[in-house]
């Protein structure tokens, strides 16, 4: 996804078209500035500075993303494998979520440094490195959001054939397939993102071959295919299938299901649309459909803010498809009384009964509703 790591890091000044620098001035505001050429029609266009707000909002957002995502995915994976064990298949797609998603949030740091200084300092393996996990956490998280929406619609709508596919060993199977398109996908970022020295700063930026324009414009539609189109299409079948389904149901906890469902696909909806739309008419402005600067210095800011904006749904994953669960909350509920038990044991509190800490007092599921919206989710 060039649009947006590369907005965050740079590019470089070498290649034919429209060009995008984000560098520190003199002062200590750090404005970013940007400019872009159209050699064949002879038009050069300064682009407007975005506000100087953004040398401080974005660092702090980006710092506050890396916490929280760094917590709650960690926290997910926690649960996972020491308290719960992964024993089914959506137990082995929530665990490749929440690891794709550290992947995507473990870029925050860097993208956080070089916001504040405005040059690339962790030398040219690094920049692979940071550059392909970043790629690689996007697109594997979705496709484990797809995945995952398939498996709850075989688990509510194909229950019978469900029984013979949902199994953790093809669980595993399907994580691996999925993990090898991810990297596949990535393989041109790995490849061409490297350490350049461009208008005397350090940046990670792409350099390709000739400059070449049309593996820009590639990789902004493979984005916009395999990170939205696809992952959109997946989900407003399975969903629209399983909420046909749960109107046929007569159950208190029907209608929490459903809008539960709908929060899975609106939220997808609304953190990643902006970010492929933006994509897709930087596209444009790569084949010259787009050329003048007005429309250039109103997609750049885009640019920033829906980028911004897409980090955010890493962190909200691990609500939407762990904490609604009945399971897992009744998991991570246990785990929190034995860490409490622990410390109060250490401290000597008299005041606890220890039979009120035996494992039968733990959080049950009250009804098979209950375990019926966390199949659902």
Same mark, same amino acid.
């Given at each position: 996804?060039?649009?947006?790591?590369?907005?965050?890091?740079?590019?470089s000044?070498?290649e034919?078209?429209?060009?995008?620098?984000?560098?520190?001035?003199?002062?200590?505001?750090?404005?970013?500035e940007?400019?872009?050429f159209y050699?064949?029609?002879?038009?050069?266009?300064?682009?407007?500075?975005?506000?100087?707000?953004?040398?401080?909002?974005f660092p702090?957002?980006?710092?506050?993303?890396?916490?929280?995502?760094l917590?709650?995915?960690?926290?997910v994976i926690?649960?996972?494998?020491? +308290?719960?064990?992964? $024993?089914a298949?959506?137990?082995?797609?929530?665990?490749?979520?929440a690891?794709?998603? +550290?992947?995507?949030?473990?870029? @925050?740091?860097?993208l956080?440094?070089?916001? %504040?200084?405005?040059?690339?300092?962790?030398?040219?393996?690094?920049?692979?490195?940071?550059?392909?996990?970043?790629?690689?956490?996007?697109?594997?998280?979705?496709f484990?959001i797809?995945?995952?929406?398939?498996?709850?619609?075989?688990?509510?709508? #194909?229950?019978i054939?469900?029984?013979?596919? $949902?199994?953790?060993?093809?669980?595993?199977?399907?994580?691996?397939?999925?993990?090898?398109?991810? %990297?596949?996908?990535?393989?041109?970022?790995?490849?061409?993102?490297? *350490?350049? !020295?461009?208008?005397? #700063?350090? &940046?990670?930026?792409p350099?390709?071959?000739?400059?070449? !324009?049309?593996?820009?414009?590639?990789?902004?539609?493979?984005?916009?295919?395999?990170?939205?189109?696809i992952p959109?299409?997946?989900l407003?079948?399975c969903?629209?299938?399983?909420?046909?389904?749960? #109107?046929?149901?007569?159950?208190? !906890?029907?209608?929490k299901?459903?809008?539960?469902?709908?929060?899975?696909?609106?939220?997808?909806f @609304?953190?990643?649309?902006?970010?492929?739309?933006?994509?897709?008419?930087?596209?444009? $402005?790569?084949?010259?459909?787009i050329?003048?600067?007005?429309?250039?210095?109103?997609?750049?800011?885009?640019?920033?803010?829906?980028?911004?904006?897409?980090?955010?749904?890493?962190?909200? !994953?691990?609500? %939407?498809?762990?904490?609604?669960? *009945?399971?897992?909350? &009744?998991?991570?509920? *246990?785990?929190? $009384? &034995?860490?409490?038990?622990?410390?109060?044991?250490?401290? =000597?509190?008299?005041a606890?009964?220890?039979?009120?800490? =035996?494992?039968?007092?733990s +959080?049950?599921?009250?009804?098979?509703?209950?375990?019926?919206?966390?199949?659902?989710?």
């Amino acid at each position: 996804m060039e649009g947006n790591l590369t907005y965050l890091l740079g590019r470089s000044s070498s290649e034919d078209v429209s060009v995008g620098y984000m560098s520190s001035t003199s002062n200590s505001s750090a404005a970013y500035e940007y400019a872009f050429f159209y050699p064949e029609l002879d038009i050069s266009c300064d682009l407007e500075n975005i506000p100087a707000f953004a040398s401080t909002f974005f660092p702090v957002l980006y710092s506050l993303l890396f916490v929280t995502g760094l917590v709650g995915n960690a926290l997910v994976i926690w649960v996972l494998t020491i +308290l719960k064990k992964v $024993r089914a298949m959506t137990d082995v797609y929530l665990l490749n979520l929440a690891i794709s998603d +550290l992947l995507f949030v473990f870029s @925050l740091p860097f993208l956080v440094q070089y916001s %504040i200084v405005s040059q690339w300092t962790f030398g040219n393996t690094m920049c692979k490195i940071i550059s392909s996990a970043y790629f690689i956490g996007f697109y594997s998280s979705a496709f484990f959001i797809t995945i995952m929406s398939i498996d709850r619609y075989l688990a509510i709508v #194909q229950s019978i054939y469900a029984l013979q596919v $949902r199994t953790t060993a093809h669980g595993i199977i399907t994580s691996l397939v999925l993990w090898a398109v991810a %990297i596949l996908a990535s393989a041109p970022d790995l490849i061409f993102f490297q *350490e350049m !020295n461009d208008n005397n #700063q350090t &940046k990670c930026i792409p350099h390709y071959p000739d400059s070449n !324009n049309g593996w820009k414009t590639f990789s902004n539609f493979e984005v916009n295919v395999l990170g939205w189109l696809i992952p959109v299409v997946v989900l407003i079948f399975c969903y629209h299938s399983i909420l046909k389904n749960l #109107q046929k149901c007569h159950t208190q !906890n029907k209608y929490k299901a459903m809008k539960l469902v709908f929060i899975v696909v609106i939220v997808f909806f @609304l953190f990643w649309t902006p970010i492929n739309i933006v994509l897709f008419l930087d596209s444009l $402005r790569n084949m010259y459909i787009i050329d003048d600067c007005q429309t250039s210095q109103r997609l750049d800011l885009a640019m920033e803010l829906a980028e911004a904006l897409s980090f955010v749904h890493c962190c909200l !994953n691990p609500v %939407i498809y762990a904490f609604v669960g *009945e399971k897992f909350k &009744k998991h991570l509920h *246990e785990a929190f $009384r &034995k860490y409490t038990r622990f410390l109060l044991i250490c401290k =000597d509190y008299s005041a606890f009964d220890g039979r009120s800490l =035996d494992k039968h007092s733990s +959080l049950r599921v009250t009804s098979s509703q209950s375990s019926f919206v966390g199949t659902v989710l």
